[in-house]
């Protein structure tokens, strides 16, 4: 049987961005029987990022909290953290040995800090950057080759990294026989994405992003602040570029979004737009919502569906991890 397997970040809070972009393709995808998926919280790659333990912790259960409310179908997707799986880490090792230096110098994320560093005053290139940083595509690699996962959905900002996992399953294949499938990334040019408060992309870096699950009044306020021209309400106005159009497209059927375009054209109030998103927004959310603030206050249920995909997941790891061991020569010293 295929399979299809993806990590989600487990640092701050899932917005909207996340929603339309990633949250909402894999939730429908996790009801497919054809495929068996797994779905893990990247909390070690938390900790790359992230050196609050109290964010590490508040974000594990956030993110778990926000895919379970969205009904991520848990019967039929493996669905763990990634820390209650230590065979990835030990496969990490093993993949670090015949990882090449140079492959990791040309990870774009450690390049972008160190370009970044080259631009102040000392030029010191390796000021901040951690090993955690540099060997973060390996522990990634890991991840995907530990299930042998033929597709892994992500976003175009992956793709290296899933070059780089190819790379080293190729490397490791050479050395060792062949273990690893090469996998691939799959990459929806359909799925939206979005745009934030001040038209740039939605994202957490940009501090512009609108919180998924955010109460009633909150959220309505920030719509509210969302950026607009400062056309009056009687003038036709362009949908494409307009932030709440947008953001409004991503969630309306294409009927839906045909009738705001033509009120668009016709000549419609900013205030009304904003008005009318918030509860169409507000409509869709509340019910989620209400289950994640349940979810919320039920870590131990929570833990328990964690622990048992950690269960589901660790009948191939364990074994796998045992074969590779005994390929790359860990093995019993008597005969
Ligand atoms: N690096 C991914 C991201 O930032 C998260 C991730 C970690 C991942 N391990 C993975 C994604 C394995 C797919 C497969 O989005």
């Not at 102040?120 to 299930?147: H, N, R, S």
């Not at 050395?175 to 359909?190: I, M, Q, R, S, T």
Request: aromatic share 8%; charged share 25%.
């Amino acid at each position: 049987m295929e399979i299809t397997l993806t990590g989600i970040t487990t640092t701050g809070t899932p917005h909207l961005g996340n929603y339309v972009g990633a949250i909402l393709p894999a939730i429908e995808a996790s009801r497919r029987t054809d495929v068996q998926s797994f779905y893990f919280l990247a909390d070690y790659h938390a900790l790359v990022k992230c050196h609050d333990p109290a964010l590490v912790h508040r974000s594990r259960l956030e993110v778990a909290a926000t895919w379970l409310a969205l009904g991520l179908d848990v019967e039929n997707v493996i669905f763990y953290a990634q820390t209650d799986i230590p065979e990835i880490l030990e496969l990490s090792w093993i993949l670090t040995c015949v990882t090449a230096k140079g492959l990791m110098n040309r990870a774009h994320a450690y390049k972008a800090a160190v370009a970044e560093n080259m631009t102040e005053a000392d030029k010191d290139p390796d000021k901040g950057v951690t090993m955690g940083l540099f060997c973060y595509p390996i522990l990634m690699a890991a991840d995907i080759l530990m299930f042998n996962a033929h597709k892994v959905p992500v976003g175009r900002d992956q793709i290296q990294h899933l070059e780089m996992a190819r790379d080293i399953a190729a490397r490791f294949n050479h050395f060792y026989g062949e273990h690893f499938v090469l996998p691939e990334a799959v990459v929806d040019d359909k799925t939206a994405v979005l745009v934030g408060l001040d038209g740039r992309k939605m994202s957490k870096s940009y501090g512009n992003t609108i919180p998924l699950f955010e109460p009633e009044k909150a959220l309505r306020k920030l719509i509210m602040r969302i950026k607009t021209n400062s056309l009056p309400p009687e003038a036709p106005k362009d949908p494409d570029g307009c932030t709440l159009f947008q953001i409004y497209q991503a969630f309306a059927t294409t009927e839906e979004t045909a009738a705001l375009r033509a009120r668009y054209a016709s000549g419609i109030g900013w205030g009304e737009v904003k008005q009318m998103l918030f509860e169409y927004l507000n409509e869709r959310l509340s019910e989620p919502r209400q289950r994640y603030h349940e979810l919320l206050a039920q870590p131990t249920y929570i833990e328990q569906i964690l622990k048992q995909g950690a269960v589901r997941a660790r009948e191939y790891s364990a074994p796998f991890l045992h074969k590779l061991r005994h390929a790359v020569g860990i093995r019993p010293l008597q005969k």
